[in-house]
């Protein structure tokens, strides 16, 4: 992901900055929401207008670009945001994972960066009460702040 100034961000062709929306999250209706309150103010301005309810197809198509937590992927963002889950978590997420994927259908999808893996197992565990469509929107919430902290990260003072 290519880093902007917020000037930049704020002046630049959208089909420029759709791509970099997308890699923070995969969900193009998203990416035109971000685009469409340019200019922002500032960086809090900017962050804030991420939030938007992702539709229930929406979750599931940008779930499909994110591994599961305790995976271990070759490179690029995941990798940095699941920092905190060491090979032993791991192991203890595969369990954990498949009993949440038989519940739900869909791979657990939580905001992982600054959490240990032990805070995450205890998430996902809790989560595991859930019924499916509530649990659904709050990996839509979570999709959403996964995306507000890539979006800081790529677009700087």
Known sequence: MSELRLTEFNSADPD???PLLTDCLAVPRWAEHVL????YAGRDELLAATSLTLRPDEIHAAMAAHPRIGEK???????????GVDDEAARRFRAANAEYERRFGHVYLVC??????DELL????????NDPETELAIAGEEL???ARLRLDKAVTR
């Open 73 to 83: 992927p070759a490179s690029g963002t995941s990798r940095t945001e699941q920092s």
């Open 36 to 39: 469409s309150g340019r200019p």
């Open 16 to 18: 420029r900055l759709r």
């Open 144 to 146: 959403v702040e996964i």
């Open 122 to 129: 205890a998430i996902l565990r809790q989560r595991l009460g």
């Open 112 to 117: 992982a960066s600054g959490r240990t893996g």
